[in-house]
């Protein structure tokens, strides 16, 4: 069992995961191996700031900047989402 | 697009049938394409662009064995062009692994490749070629030194059920990042060796206790996708996530299918993407429209509260076993023929002895004298 998500880790798409727009449904997609995550605008916001540079913090600061929410309840969301990508095998960190 | 037709999301890209492996599950139809009829580059890459138009987002590159194509990196690169995911289905042996670098650079996705057993020697047996297994292991380890990420695919069944632990460990030591235990789905070449290919049910269920444990112990490293076996399953799959709801399978030679095995159904009429666009097959296509949805259903999958979640199972799988394609797939608990279906692997599984192989090759399996595999007798349940 692998340890879960920090706030320091440094998430990235590894090769052969892909964030794109998919013009026939109007919607983003996280394309992966033998499966595609609809994405809703959120989580398409937040994938968006995954860079292979910004930590999760960094991530949740840029986000809590943008939308002017509480940063704890944007903390726990980024991290959840995060950490479960990184289960499936979808997210580097 | 139709606001009540989805677009396909995937497109499995048949582009050859020659391969140097000759399992006997191979899903391919008995009758292989030949080389002399297959699409050539061009119509390919126009349909590639129409697929990725029509809202495809992955692109299946499979075959027979895919890298056996002169034009495969060409065609991988129009994937690319195109935005298309692109998962190379491969043996990884004769040229894969000497077109692997080239692929790679021409923008492939990811890999998924074969394996028959962990057991080099059993692997052989069953894929039906001498040395294939250290090519095999060669090819992975260049996958992941190139930075691609992989997925082992094996099939299971009578052979190499008890080899299950031994796969998820070498899918570890070769650093697969996902591994499908899939267990034989009966049709064409399968259903020909049935008897040969059908564990027992402890076998199944301590298949699936081994997965199970093997999840919680490998999380974040293995992801492990485990196909259960028809004949003994509650409920049917939702074969290809229902027909002509997310996939077309185009052949070798063109013609388009909702599914891989969907040519043993008699009386379809597939289009060919030799005379029309990949958009009007997928609306209006006599093969498309035959299954798609619910209207077609019979009871009891018409008044069931989960005919959308499996859309009534296979119809390849409802022909061969009761030679009707419109009926409710046996491996539904509510069939009229699961209990039949149930037995006939049970005692199929139970022989001493299996059966040789009828091994997959150009001419089709009508060479061999054995006689065709059970259905359920006529008027047995009803």
């Known amino acids: 069992m692998s340890e879960a998500l920090t706030l320091t880790d440094v998430p990235r798409l590894p090769r052969g995961v892909r964030l794109r727009f998919d013009e026939v449904r109007g919607a983003h997609v996280l394309l992966a191996p033998e499966r595609a995550f609809d994405l809703d605008a959120v989580a398409a916001e937040v994938l968006g700031l995954v860079d292979g540079t910004r930590s999760v913090s960094a991530i949740v600061d840029a986000l809590a900047a943008k939308f002017d929410e509480d940063r704890a309840v944007i903390e726990g969301d980024v991290v959840a989402m995060l950490d479960d990508l990184a289960k499936k095998r979808v997210l580097d960190r | 697009m139709n606001?009540?037709?989805?677009?396909?999301?995937?497109?499995?890209?048949?582009?050859?049938?020659?391969?140097?492996?000759?399992?006997?599950?191979?899903?391919?139809?008995?009758?292989?394409?030949?080389?002399?009829?297959?699409?050539?580059?061009?119509?390919?890459?126009?349909?590639?662009?129409?697929?990725?138009?029509?809202?495809?987002?992955?692109?299946?590159?499979?075959?027979?064995?895919?890298?056996?194509?002169?034009?495969?990196?060409?065609?991988?690169?129009?994937?690319?062009?195109?935005?298309?995911?692109?998962?190379?289905?491969?043996?990884?042996?004769?040229?894969?692994?000497?077109?692997?670098?080239?692929?790679?650079?021409?923008?492939?996705?990811?890999?998924?490749?074969?394996?028959?057993?962990?057991?080099?020697?059993?692997?052989?047996?069953?894929?039906?070629?001498?040395?294939?297994?250290?090519?095999?292991?060669?090819?992975?380890?260049?996958?992941?030194?190139?930075?691609?990420?992989?997925?082992?695919?094996?099939?299971?069944?009578?052979?190499?059920?008890?080899?299950?632990?031994?796969?998820?460990?070498?899918a570890v030591a070769l650093g697969a990042k996902r591994l499908e235990v899939a267990h034989t789905q009966y049709y064409g070449w399968a259903y020909v060796n049935r008897a040969a290919l059908m564990p027992a049910k402890a076998d199944v269920d301590r298949s699936i206790r081994i997965v199970e444990a093997a999840r919680k112990r490998l999380e974040g490293r293995l992801v492990i996708d485990l196909v259960v076996p028809d004949y003994y399953a509650t409920y049917p799959k939702a074969c290809a996530g229902g027909w002509g709801r997310r996939l077309m399978n185009v052949t070798p030679t063109g013609r388009v299918l909702p599914c891989h095995a969907a040519e043993t159904i008699p009386g379809l009429e597939f289009w060919s993407v030799r005379d029309r666009s990949l958009a009007d097959i997928w609306a209006a296509s006599p093969a498309f429209m035959a299954y798609r949805g619910t209207d077609w259903m019979p009871e009891p999958c018409r008044s069931c509260d989960r005919k959308e979640r499996d859309w009534g199972g296979c119809r390849c799988q409802a022909l061969a076993l009761t030679g009707d394609a419109a009926a409710t797939d046996p491996a539904c608990a509510h069939s009229p023929h699961h209990a039949r279906v149930k037995a006939l692997a049970a005692a199929e599984s139970a022989a001493g002895e299996a059966p040789a192989y009828v091994y997959r090759t150009i001419g089709g399996a009508g060479g061999d004298d054995r006689p065709a595999p059970a259905r359920i007798p006529e008027g047995a349940a009803s």
């Open chain 2, 3 to 170: 606001a009540a037709l989805p677009a396909p999301i995937g497109l499995l890209a048949e582009l050859t049938h020659r391969c140097p492996l000759r399992c006997p599950y191979c899903s391919n139809p008995l009758e292989l394409d030949r080389r002399s009829g297959e699409l050539d580059t061009a119509t390919w890459q126009r349909v590639l662009s129409e697929a990725a138009a029509l809202g495809v987002l992955h692109v299946h590159l499979s075959g027979g064995e895919p890298t056996a194509r002169a034009d495969i990196v060409e065609i991988t690169a129009h994937c690319a062009r195109a935005g298309l995911y692109s998962n190379l289905i491969t043996s990884g042996v004769g040229g894969a692994l000497k077109k692997l670098d080239a692929l790679a650079d021409a923008g492939l996705d990811h890999v998924q490749l074969s394996i028959q057993a962990a057991d080099a020697g059993n692997a052989e047996r069953i894929g039906g070629l001498a040395n294939a297994q250290p090519q095999k292991m060669a090819f992975a380890e260049r996958v992941t030194a190139l930075g691609l990420p992989l997925t082992l695919n094996a099939v299971i069944h009578r052979g190499n059920i008890d080899e299950v632990e031994r796969i998820v460990e070498l």
